[in-house]
């Protein structure tokens, strides 16, 4: 086995193996809780940025298959795991999660205490890190990724979104096609999504309420949406600061009234700076497929999965005329709003799954509502 080193900000720094593609990467280390689902972890584009690395002891066992992608490829910088299974065993599966990290160039390190990482990571927050297998002195590790760029103010939206409007199909064998075979141009909604970084599995829970979906890269403007006589409007998931795409949130700031506007993740951030809020970054983040969240106006609990390391402060968005609708139970934190009189909603966290519980998908049929009501349907 090639050694690999994992070094952190703080000079911690952690001896491994190589797992994946060798070479070197750095990023921001965040920690997953999920125990499955890795291969739609690394395509979510939410993780642009970030070096994940899985707190289940085992990665791997199911191998790699052709349907469980959530964008066009593979965005974390870095891949993390304690073991990374030697056998992977489905009907599905096609190839082994160390020949999917190494064809797609993703630097991964394996045999390390990942119980001791995560609670360094819990007790001093987020810290940017490098994995290497050609530089394998600490010193200069450590020295490098100090010197690295943080993710905070960074625009990270641009490294993947479409650069090119187009209209959504899903076939996730043959290509792009319809999944009920359905003529997009006979779907009774037409919604605009705002491409910051989105998942396949929104799209598809989209389309499955008969929604036809153009997808607009993020720098689409206001003026180019509101021509195009939409139903309604969805602002994606993506990675890093919301303050990073200050162009978005003044696309957003001009739709509101406008038309119904639904966001998830990035897009509930952006909605909020747009109403007058602010936004801050969490210590550590929310990562994983087991976050309770409370629904403020049903009492309901929901298991939910989440990707997130910025949240809505609610005080600044309450008194803005916002409502407060779901709130994390672990630490308190917004993760759902609204503002009826100009019908637009959000949460924090992703309704879709992909991987996750199934608990929110409710929400796409309040976003088919909310249209409904507007006489956009």
Partial sequence: MTKAILALEDGKYFDGESFGAPGETMGEVVFN?????????LTDPSYKGQIVMMTYSEIGNYGVNDEDVESRK??????????GSKIHSSWRSI?????????NGIVGIQGIDTR???RHLRNYGCKKGIISTVDLDTESLIKRVKDSPNIVGIDMVKEVTYSEAFLWKDDRHNGYKDVDGTSNLEKKYNIAVIDCGIKFNILRQLSSYDCALMIYPAKITAEEILKNNHSGVFITNGPGDPEGVPYVIETIRKLIGRIPIFGICLGHQ???LASGGRTYKLKFGHHGGNHPVKNLLSGVIEITTQNHNFVVDPDTVIKNGLEITHINLYDKTNEGMRCKEKNFFSVQYHPEAGPGPHDSRYLFKEFIKSMEEFGKG
């Fill in 33 to 41: 809780t999920s125990m499955t689902g890795y291969q739609e972890i």
């Fill in 95 to 103: 190839k082994s999660l160390d020949d999917y990290l190494w064809e």
């Fill in 116 to 118: 001791e990482l995560t």
């Fill in 74 to 83: 593979p965005f974390v910088e870095g891949f993390i795991v304690r073991e």
């Fill in 270 to 272: 952006i909605l909020g």
